[in-house]
């Protein structure tokens, strides 16, 4: 049901390049106690923040020791990394994967959909999710998350840019969530943002115009006055609403 990473040829010249830069400053900072390097995220995925400067680009890092002053052999390489556009880097010690499927199954699932291995074993290939602990930790994440949007909405209240951003942003945090839930129902996780959320509209019978939407204007692709946006945000929270309610309706058959 997942589909797991493709090859360094199907990446930017960009991205190659940083990737490369990556890879070699991590080898001379860790030489022989670096075990894997794996490119994954939405730079994996051939996503990129439409039109903005941010942090985008992920990797994660396994180590035979990742204490505090092993780390620090990579401090000096931060300011290069930030700018470009590399995202703080995920810093595991070898056996952690395995040992934490049971309460982190989302964040290693939306690694395992889109992925390079630049260097080392590949660690992700052979992970396989227990179902109810996926239930889980969509429950939580869903249900958690939802509280901090209606508290968000309180302090952004016609603020249409403010709301609009705030949806945006929670789509991608979110994601995590909508792969989780499409592998419930045993569906195929697309890799690309836009086909996942049209799969997970399809099955959870969800407003897929809705989803587009928000996208479209979060986007700067389309402008709403602030009582649109306010509405869109409303119905936004009602569909995820909805999510969660059906992720609560599979406990007893997991």
């Not at 939306?110 to 999710?129: K, N, R, S």
């Amino acid at each position: 049901m997942i589909q797991h990473g493709g090859k360094m040829e199907h990446l930017s010249e960009r991205l190659k390049s940083t990737s490369d830069m990556f890879l070699a400053q991590v080898r001379e900072a860790f030489g022989e106690n670096l075990v894997t390097v794996v490119l994954y995220g939405a730079a994996a995925r051939g996503e990129s923040p439409a039109g903005k400067k941010i942090p985008y680009i992920n990797y994660l890092v396994v180590i035979q020791d990742n204490s505090p002053s092993e780390l620090a052999r990579c401090a000096r390489f931060m300011n290069t990394w930030r700018k470009h556009l590399i995202v703080t880097p995920l810093f595991l010690r070898n056996g952690f994967i395995s040992r934490s499927l049971d309460t982190f199954p989302l964040e290693f699932m939306d690694m395992q959909a889109a992925y390079h291995v630049l260097y080392g074993e590949d660690v992700l290939a052979d992970i396989v999710f227990s179902r109810r602990h996926v239930r889980s930790q969509c429950e939580r994440e869903l249900k958690g998350k939802l509280l901090h949007l209606r508290a968000e909405y309180l302090t952004l209240r016609k603020d249409k840019k403010g709301l609009m951003d705030l949806a945006y942003r929670s789509l991608a945090t979110f994601r995590l969530v909508f792969a989780g839930a499409l592998y419930l129902k045993e569906i195929d996780i697309p890799k690309e943002t836009g086909a996942l959320l049209g799969a997970l509209n399809m099955t959870f019978e969800l407003d897929d115009l809705l989803f587009k939407r928000l996208r479209a204007v979060a986007g700067g692709e389309v402008t709403v006055s602030e009582r649109e946006a306010d509405k869109l945000f409303d119905l936004y929270v009602e569909e995820l609403d909805k999510l969660s309610l059906a992720i609560d309706a599979m406990a007893p058959e997991l």
